[in-house]
């Protein structure tokens, strides 16, 4: 059983920054493929980013690229999201995912991922 758990949302101003991070107790951190994915009011869950076990590739959703940074540091079972440039349109609870070996496009795929975290809360007022 692999439990995740998001922190570091909140409430910023358009242009601001967070920094979400993910951990987990598990041992085998370093074989998950992971992801994270947002879901606001009234919508579908969506893909963000996505990152390979080893970190050596990093995914990102079209509205993202550029604003958006996926990082995981395996010696501490911990994944991040910094977010920068942030915008009204990015609030929503964001999920991170894990799953075993992904292929580069399941892992784009919400229903790909069988772990999922509690969800962070990020408010992005204009």
């Known amino acids: 059983q692999v439990q995740l758990v998001e922190s570091g949302g909140g409430l910023v101003q358009t242009g601001g920054s967070l920094r979400l991070s993910c951990t987990t107790s598990?041992?085998?951190?370093?074989?998950?493929?992971m992801a994270w994915f947002r879901q606001a009011p009234g919508k579908e869950r969506e893909f963000v980013a996505a990152i390979t076990r080893s970190g050596g590739s990093t995914f990102y959703a079209d509205s993202v690229k550029g604003r958006f940074t996926i990082s995981r540091d395996n010696a501490r079972n911990t994944m991040y999201l910094q977010m920068n440039s942030l915008k009204p349109e990015d609030t929503a609870v964001y999920y991170c995912a894990a799953d075993f070996i992904l292929t580069a496009q399941a892992m784009l795929n919400k229903d790909e991922y069988d772990y999922w975290g509690q969800g962070t809360q990020v408010t992005v007022s204009s």
């Open positions: 598990g041992r085998t951190f370093g074989s998950y493929s």
